[in-house]
């Protein structure tokens, strides 16, 4: 088990792939009136990710149905239990759609859940899970412990000024493997607990649970 001061300050893995060129339509909207930012919506701290995007300058949408994608300019996938949100986003009808938006360069921040939804590989998932495969990630499920296993830790980092970030870990992956091309931003315990890849920023924390709105500014900053 990590003690609650067990942060550290990893060294970067690579740098991102180029992103494709946006719209400029769109970019000239959000410079206007700051980024539409959906929330996928199925499970998870919704609410708590629109506040803290609200409070930062960006406008939070909610997605429940492909139709909600229109128009967004990234996208949030909270936690929850990621067997389940991966039904309920093929039962939404919006798995094929996010995955095309991410294929298309769509910026996107996955907490817990989240991170394993967005990873390439889920070493301990059900055989038919389904993940979007955009970062080069194998995260393996609760690798924290279950849920009398949650804590916070301070979390170094890297190239964040400002100190330290409280993470709050619940039921909790971690990334057993991250690919050339992923910068690995913070780890507990060797492991690497939150992770970038051009416009992909994957947390195994909650940083909405927080106070702390950096987590939220390194995404919205690379929009």
């Known amino acids: 088990m990590v003690p609650p001061e067990a942060g550290r300050n990893p060294a970067g893995r690579g740098a991102p792939p180029a992103r494709p ?4 339509d769109r970019a000239a ?38 139709e909600d994608l229109a128009g967004i300019d990234a ?4 936690g929850g239990e990621s067997t389940t949100v991966s039904l309920l986003l ?6 094929e759609p ?7 360069g769509m910026p ?5 859940a989240g991170m394993i939804l967005l990873a390439r590989e889920v070493l301990d998932g059900r055989s038919d899970q389904r993940t979007f495969g955009a970062v080069d990630l194998a995260v393996r ?27 709050v870990f619940i039921r909790a992956p971690f990334v057993e493997r991250a690919g050339p091309g992923v910068e690995v931003l913070a780890e507990v315990d060797g492991h690497p607990v939150l992770c970038r890849q051009g416009p992909v ?17 390194i995404f919205l900053g690379g929009l």
């Not at 996208?75 to 909270?78: D, E, T």
């Not at 093929?90 to 798995?95: K, R």
């Open 21 to 24: 060129a946006e719209p400029e």
């Open 29 to 66: 909207r959000r410079a206007a009136a700051g980024p539409k930012v959906g929330i996928l919506a199925l499970q998870g701290d919704v609410q708590e990710h629109a506040a803290v995007l609200a409070e930062l300058g960006a406008e939070p949408v909610e997605v429940r149905s492909p």
């Open 75 to 78: 996208l949030v996938l909270p």
């Open 90 to 95: 093929a039962s939404a009808g919006l798995w």
């Open 98 to 104: 996010i995955a095309a938006r991410l294929s298309d």
């Open 108 to 112: 996107a921040f996955g907490t817990c």
């Open 141 to 167: 499920r609760n690798a924290f412990g279950r849920q009398r296993d949650s804590f916070e830790a301070r979390l170094d980092i890297a190239g964040l000024p400002g100190g330290p970030v409280d993470g």
């Open 201 to 217: 920023l994957v947390a195994a924390f909650h940083p909405e649970l927080s106070d702390d709105l950096r987590v939220h500014q």
